[in-house]
């Protein structure tokens, strides 16, 4: 098998237009003029070299004048190109340029005067000055004026003094001497080509290099002009995500109203139909924007070291109630586990196995569970499900997959949790394993590393289940918009709930003062008038009912900031637009 290499010719029209860029001329001068600092010490020690030669055959002041000058040139050279902080003018060019050529012909000037005083020694002089004239031009490669002129200048004077021996039969004349001059000047020619290709071959390179880091530029600048615009998408679908939750979330609740009213009426299926459709939506706008935020990469973890129980106790407090309507039983085991990554995106990622968990298991229940492994600590959810074939349990984790829904019926959800579980893993580099087991049911496995004990405060209380109280319920509503408030107060009448409702942190305190009866629970927006937030307003309430009233933030917006600042005030974070039932649940919880 042949194989050709593709030199390129001397002098391409390539490689003209690579030494025109100016920034491939600026590289190649700076290199020519730090190879021109190294041709200098050739120079002098070739010229030391020469002149001890001649010496030792005889005597000749001739030498050391000639070495001398050659020396006092280098010297210049070394000065004129010592490292400057700034770029070489025009005029630097052309005086260092000047200086070699100098430099260059005095040098050349050596053969004629020590040949015709040292006619035997014709051969050892011929090639100590071709030697040194090998070693000095390749270092001044990436200049080609340079390589002219130390080239020609060094080497010319050598053939000119061996050629006219040869033919006028004087010193140094010798049956040598035609030979040696046929040779210098093949010499001559091999190096000139060899420099000039190389010095092609150096600007082609830079050309080429330059060109890369264009790319790799106009490459960056696309990538972030694409980052920009799913920045900008990502706000917009948040932006607008929030704006259409609003009445959405004021829809749910007149439609739960309505549901209550029209109770052992006709006209009922055509409510449920309404609620099971804003439903849909609802799950719909939450799980798009939750995927949307992931895959533009805006969702950043803030690991911390903190105890699993907190979550399992949030967990038990979102789904016990469902787990209850639908006959299952649901179990927590914390065992006293300390774990190190982010709380927010941990609980979305268990809450999301949790909820697919008791929509497909029939019968029997659902545990979570934190064991020691060998890797760290496994959160387990264990259910008792129809389980997963072997060749689909890859497939569940893609979007809108579900194995027994081929109809797409939105009752049994959309098939985007396990989806969104599986980046949120991705994104805290938690390892995500599934086993499971054909009419038998299925364990999925998060494995999260061990956090340090001794960082965490052990005072805080291990149970899992939330507190029971008694009694009737007094819920103070905060938002600012008149419908969501109608219908809230509306939706919980029938429960026999007190719903005070106000529309400002002022007004919610004022009422908190006068209201004959404690306050059991604060519901409240997050964004409220006059740049008021809804983690404002529980502060202010509690201030007059006491830090342990419990407080839930509803909001359109999933932030992950948001998220944070919610739980480290410890609200509970419901998403609009709320479901009634999830509301409704939470209520009957609190009465217990």
Known sequence: MNSTATVPEPDSPDARAARADPRVAAVLYRTALAGDRRAVLVTILGSFFVALLVERRTFSHVAWVWCAACVALAAARLFWNRPRPFAPSTVHRRTW??????????WGVGPPLLLLENPSAVMLLTGMFLAATSLSAPLVVAWRAAVYLSLIPALAPLLITLTLGSLVGGPPASTNSLLLGSLAGAFLLVLERLTMAQNDALALLLAARFHNEDLVQQLRSQVEVAARANQEKTRFVASAAHDLRQPLHALGMFCATLDQRLQDTPERPLVRNMMNAIESLEESFGAMLDISRLDAGVVQPLPQTF???????????????????????????????????????????????????LRYARTGGVLVAARRSRSGVALEVWDTGPGIPEEKQEMIFREFFQIDNPGRDRSRGLGMGLAIVQRICLLLGHRLDLRSTVGKGSVFRVIVPIGDITSVDATIPE???????????????????????????????????????????????????????????????????????GVQAVRAVRAVTGEATPAMLVTGDTSTELLKTAHQNGLVVLHKPLQPKHLVRLIKHLRR
């Open 307 to 357: 105890p699993i129980r907190d979550i399992f106790r949030r967990l038990y407090q979102q789904f016990g109630g469902d787990a209850e309507s639908r006959n299952l039983a649901l179990r927590f085991r914390a065992t006293h586990r300390v774990v190190r990554s982010d709380p927010l995106l941990l609980e979305r990622v268990l809450a999301n196995l949790v909820q697919n968990a």
């Open 463 to 533: 149970a899992t289940l939330p507190a029971r109280r008694l009694g009737t319920v007094t819920v103070l509503l905060i938002d600012d918009e008149r419908a969501i408030r109608e219908a809230t107060r509306e939706l919980l009448r029938p429960m026999h709930v007190d719903v005070i409702v106000a529309g400002t942190i002022s007004e919610a305190v004022e009422l908190a003062k006068g209201s004959s009866a404690p306050i059991d629970m604060i519901l409240s927006d997050w964004r409220l008038q006059d740049e008021e937030n």
């Open 97 to 106: 340029l000047l200086l070699l050529f100098g430099a260059s012909l005095v």
